[in-house]
């Protein structure tokens, strides 16, 4: 028995390794585990295809012995295990580095490069350090059948997905829908969660956010029967707002519902609008009013407090859990858009949080997944236009623009449109960052809207 195996005096590592190929392949070992098993005892393993347009490394090494771990254990079992190498060749990033390769855009391609020649350069990048696969795969010991690899770009794999997913539409298990997906203006297309992370995806901009006064569509007597008998009196010409924080201020002409959490606490608040100077009534998370209002012993009497002034007078009134609120409707803070019935009502969410904000979270559905959720399982519509080929879109187009009126659906623009409103910002940029005309001390546009501006924002 002493002489089957060899006895190692130093451990080198490296040579072992070596001596170890060298007799896999002499051998045809993988080969012969292939033959000498019945292949109707079979386990088929397809590898989730690496992409062979970017250098492997040392996580790919640790996910690929995983991998053969499984296929060496079930050969050990008697399966005939074929192991299938593949190749990933779609994606954002291949064509991204041949168009900086090339010093083009994808407006370019039909125009200064054939879309022949620019499917040419992304096959040739696509296969850029394939050799460098190929050698680490055989120096780490993986298995797998390199002779024979799918590779995604071919007809044949293309064609098969396409089989696939006729048979899954065959079986009614396809349907159309909407979801809310990260885009890209500039590639035209959306974005995986690994294309998110690629560097250069974002552009750093400056980010505001606002707090909003929603006007609810309650009077005193309703006041008091969701407060109950904690309140006394009530002037009954007074406004009623929610106050919502968002730090997407461009979504608020997409706002269709306000959401609070079920178990949140609430104030009732008689204070003042900072921008009016007005008196009224508003509705905010108890644990957040020391971020809008001073303590109790610093803040000023009504009659002393000025516009301008930064701390505001107040008193509390009540105190409700969200629940109590969930119903509520309210008036449309940016008329341009009519959603439809069923928009502008307090809903529950179960992600509001008092963390910062007010505690109610502004909803628009065509921008946020969690909107989408919480406003579809409350049944809210999104705010959705309809262009001219007949497709609802958000009203933001995919270059970051607010919908021209001309690329709309005419009947849609005069049944569900205040085209007044709206035309002053239509082709418009949502952000001042994303307009390459506009600079940091570019103007805002002027207009009037019922929006307490936490800090200033412009579209």
């Not at 296969?127 to 007809?155: A, S």
């Not at 957040?288 to 930064?310: C, Q």
């Not at 904000?357 to 502004?362: F, P, Y």
């Amino acid at each position: 028995m002493k002489n089957n195996y060899k006895e190692y005096k130093q451990l080198n590592l490296t040579e072992t390794a070596n001596e170890i190929r060298k007799f896999w392949e002499e051998d045809n070992t993988f080969q012969k585990s292939l033959d000498n098993r019945d292949k109707d005892n079979a386990f088929v393993f397809y590898e989730g295809p690496p992409s062979a347009n970017g250098t492997p490394g040392i996580h790919h090494v640790m996910a690929r012995s995983i991998k053969d771990v499984v296929c060496r254990y079930q050969t050990l079992k008697g399966k005939h295990v074929v192991r299938k190498a593949g190749w990933d060749t779609h994606g954002l990033p291949v064509e991204l580095g041949v168009e900086k390769k090339l010093g083009i855009t994808k407006e370019d391609i039909g125009k200064k490069i054939s879309v022949d020649d620019y499917n040419r350069a992304c096959r040739e990048e696509v296969m850029k350090y394939k050799d460098m696969w190929d050698d680490l795969t055989l120096k780490m010991g993986y298995w797998v059948n390199l002779d024979d690899p799918y590779i995604t770009f071919t007809n044949d794999y293309i064609e098969t997905l396409w089989f696939l997913l006729k048979d899954l539409y065959k079986k009614g298990l396809l349907y159309k829908g909407y979801t809310i997906q990260p885009y890209s203006p500039a590639a035209g297309t959306g974005l995986s969660s690994h294309e998110l992370n690629m560097p250069g995806c974002y552009r750093d901009v400056k980010d505001l956010t606002c707090v909003a006064l929603f006007k609810l569509k309650v009077d005193s007597e309703k006041l008091k029967v969701i407060f109950g008998n904690q309140l006394s009196t009530l002037n009954p010409q007074l406004s009623t707002n929610a106050i919502a924080w968002t730090t997407t201020p461009w979504t608020l002409p997409s706002n269709t519902a306000l959401c609070v959490g079920p178990n949140i606490e609430y104030n009732l608040v008689r204070s003042v609008n900072p921008v009016s100077g007005e008196q009224t009534y508003l509705i905010l998370g108890k644990p957040l009013m020391s971020s809008f209002f001073p303590a109790e012993e610093e803040k000023p009497a009504f009659e002393d407090w000025k516009v301008g002034d930064k701390k505001l007078p107040y008193e509390v009134l009540g105190t409700v859990k969200g629940t109590d609120l969930v119903g509520i409707e309210y008036e449309q803070l940016i008329p341009w858009v009519n959603p439809g019935e069923g928009a502008f009502r307090i809903i529950p969410g179960d992600y509001v949080t008092t963390e910062d904000g007010t505690g109610i979270v502004h909803i628009a559905p065509t921008f946020g997944a969690d909107d989408k959720r919480v406003a579809l399982a409350a049944g809210i519509p999104p705010l959705q236009m309809i262009d001219k080929d007949g497709k609802a879109q958000p009203m933001v187009d995919r270059t970051g623009k607010f919908f021209r009126i001309e690329d709309l659906d005419p009947e849609f623009v005069k049944n569900c449109m205040n085209v007044e409103a709206y035309r002053p910002y239509a082709g418009q940029f949502v952000k001042n960052a994303y307009d390459p005309t506009k600079t940091p001390t570019t103007p805002p546009r002027p207009k009037k809207t019922r929006v307490w501006m936490w800090t200033s924002w412009s579209c």
